[in-house]
């Protein structure tokens, strides 16, 4: 088996090794923008206008503004009140659990991300649908008033959408977060939005918190917090926002100042994912509008990579699992690659 661990090119459209080109279906860069030159260019004035970083504290009596003002683009552009911004997902992940820790119990769903684990796995398996119901009478018949909601925004691996709608039938006596993790989602399945449709809890008392890493579809080295004013005040007061060092400014320059990019480059993925589903994509499993097509054929990524194509593959959820081969579609896809791959695709599925 060809080893394509050890790389020194980025993981665009296609990825060179050992002399032969392979079109690439893998990562997260939904939008292609790592190797969008236009969205480069952006990055390289920020550069020029701020330098390569900026390692102090939020809280330093010496502040350059962009931190500011991007965080107030990302509320207005994503619909949400308020929003901070950290160096990584991770991080920013991890302050929200640990400051939303003291407010209620954690309650986890069914294969949340580790990174919004606060200290060991949770270890919550089962059906969403019917952990959604259970935590809901869990909530209601408890002598506890007060409760966060942890969950990822959809399952990225099936892939498949969540349905948040049973929440509503939370007692309205009973304080209730919801933090969303939408990584994988957010500008990518909706534009210029978060995946899920959060106006469904307008008229209740449940508080949202939505939290993400924009390195992956936005292609920006930061994580984010989106909520409400009063919470992201109580975020900011976390040593984790105080004592680290922020984002890179000249990436927070690129995703202020890229909004036509992005529009284009979301239009394009869009298309993509609508032709490939029409495609091959029958065969796989998927949902609209997200560019994530998995299957269990354990066979596939072999056949693909012979015929010079590299998806991603891994044994998933555990490591004694079977291989889940992923698809990704992205904006750098031109037609003729999304036809190849899905013919192929979908001669070896028939074999099988």
Do not use: C
């Not at 892939?159 to 933090?179: E, G, H, M």
């Amino acid at each position: 088996m060809k080893d394509f661990t050890n790389l020194h090119q980025p993981t665009g459209r296609v990825i060179t090794e050992s002399g032969q080109d392979y079109l690439f279906f893998g990562g997260t860069a939904y939008l292609g923008l790592l190797v969008n030159e236009d969205y480069i260019d952006l990055y390289k004035q920020g550069l020029s206008i701020y330098g390569l970083n900026n390692g102090t504290s939020r809280n330093n009596n010496i502040q350059l503004g962009i931190f500011n003002q991007a965080e107030e683009v990302a509320a207005m552009r994503f619909g949400f009140e308020d929003a901070v911004m950290l160096s990584s997902g991770y991080l920013a992940t991890q302050l929200a659990v640990k400051s939303l820790f003291s407010f209620g119990e954690l309650l986890y769903a069914p294969h949340t991300h580790p990174a919004l684990w606060y200290g060991t796995n949770p270890n919550v398996i089962g059906e969403m649908h019917v952990w959604m119901e259970n935590i809901v009478k869990k909530i209601n018949h408890s002598d506890e008033d007060t409760f966060v909601i942890v969950s990822n925004a959809l399952d990225n691996m099936g892939p498949a959408y969540y349905d948040f709608s049973p929440l509503l039938q939370v007692d309205p006596r009973k304080k209730v977060i919801l933090l969303i993790d939408d990584s994988h989602e957010i500008g990518v399945v909706r534009q210029n939005n978060v995946s899920i449709d959060l106006s469904i809890f307008d008229q209740s008392t449940i508080e949202v918190v939505v939290v993400a890493s924009l390195a992956k579809g936005l292609g920006t080295d930061a994580g984010i917090i989106l909520s409400s004013t009063k919470r992201i005040t109580q975020f900011r007061k976390s040593p984790f926002y105080t004592g680290a060092s922020p984002a890179s400014p000249a990436s927070l320059y690129a995703f202020i100042h890229s909004q036509e990019i992005y529009l284009a480059a979301f239009e394009k993925l869009q298309n993509n994912i609508q032709l490939f589903a029409s495609l091959g994509g029958k065969s796989l499993n998927h949902i609209h509008h997200f560019p994530v097509f998995s299957s269990e054929e354990p066979e596939l990524y072999q056949k693909l990579v012979q015929s010079g194509f590299l998806i991603s593959s891994f044994p998933y959820p555990l490591e004694t699992d079977p291989l889940l081969n992923r698809i990704v579609v992205t904006s750098l896809h031109v037609d003729d690659d999304l036809k190849k791959i899905a013919g192929i695709i979908s001669a070896e599925i028939v074999k099988s």
